[in-house]
């Protein structure tokens, strides 16, 4: 590196090119011959020719977060302190989504344990990058420079994105804000459901149990596509206690057929697990139906 802007970049083109050409000499390769000028686009580089750059294209993989009781689930991107090097994030996406907000947050509290990112093109060995995961963050922090909300049944969600740039010691991170959704979410309920619903929330709390609301009003596709995958799995001769481990799907009703798409249902997990029937329990004196055994998150009225 050098302490002159535009020096690295000249000095870093020079060892592509050559690179590139096999070329051997120690002199910098201006000119190929006079016929032929090197002309170098920098921002369509190839994604091969990145490595020659000294580029390292590196993806974190699926990572899975563990959800946690009233915790915010975290995953950061971070640039070593002492890497020199700049580590660019381009894109960041949810998979499986709760319906949940996510929020893109940068330089929030550090949280987790390294891990290395890994390269992917098969010629380079390692990635400077790593990430970190945690399940056993209190809040949400950082500055916050993007949102999106999960949507239960969706494949993924997506952030608008635009290209973070972390010098060394900086990270960004996607956290899981799982309460600021109850209140989001629970606003889908038809009214006399919702006053309900809250009162079950205030015994929960009373008690001293967690929770968090992973459902609340779907719309016709999302439960469609619910109901499709349920099938599929029954198809493939899975039992519902297996489709719920595998899946997280509780025997979800047929489009057109499911409380949630008229605002009359939640379903919403109790922490600990013993408080789950117990919730459902409770429900069912209010004159609630409880999903029971089969769907022991599903509350509806
Ligand atoms: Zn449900």
């Not at 995961?133 to 209190?138: D, E, R, S």
């Not at 804000?177 to 929330?201: E, K």
């Not at 198809?235 to 009359?264: E, K, N, T, W």
């Amino acid at each position: 590196m050098t302490d002159r802007a535009g020096e690295a970049y000249v000095r870093r083109y020079n060892q592509a090119l050559k690179r590139l050409l096999t070329a051997k000499s120690g002199e910098p390769l201006h000119e190929l011959s006079p016929e032929m000028g090197a002309n170098i686009t920098l921002e369509h580089d190839r994604p091969e020719w990145h490595a020659l750059l000294d580029q390292v294209d590196w993806s974190t993989g699926a990572v899975q977060v563990a959800a946690a009781a009233a915790n915010v689930g975290h995953i950061e991107v971070f640039n070593p302190v002492s890497s020199g090097l700049l580590v660019v994030v381009d894109t960041a996406i949810v998979l499986i989504p709760a319906a949940s907000t996510y929020e893109l947050q940068l330089d929030p509290a550090a949280a987790g344990t390294p891990t290395k990112n890994f390269p992917v093109d098969t010629r380079v060995k390692t990635a400077a990058s790593q990430n970190r995961i945690a399940n056993n963050v209190a809040g949400v922090s950082g500055v916050n420079i993007a949102e999106v909300q999960g949507v239960v049944g969706a494949q993924y969600a997506a952030f608008v994105f635009k290209p973070v740039i972390l010098l060394p010691g900086h990270h960004l991170a996607i956290q899981e804000n799982s309460r600021c959704d109850v209140a989001t979410s629970l606003r889908g309920l038809v009214p006399r459901v919702r006053r309900g619903i809250d009162a079950l929330l205030g015994v929960a709390r009373d008690r001293g149990w967690s929770y968090r609301v992973t459902s609340v009003r779907r719309s016709y596709r999302v439960q469609a596509r619910l109901f499709r995958n349920y099938s599929r799995y029954r198809r493939a001769g899975y039992s519902d206690a297996q489709i719920a481990q595998v899946a997280g799907l509780y025997h979800p009703a047929a489009p057109g057929r499911s409380m949630h798409q008229l605002g009359r249902a939640a379903d919403i997990e109790f922490y600990p697990t013993s408080a789950q029937a117990e919730a459902g329990r409770i429900w069912q004196s209010m004159g609630g139906r409880w999903g029971g055994a089969t769907d022991p998150v599903h509350f509806e009225a």
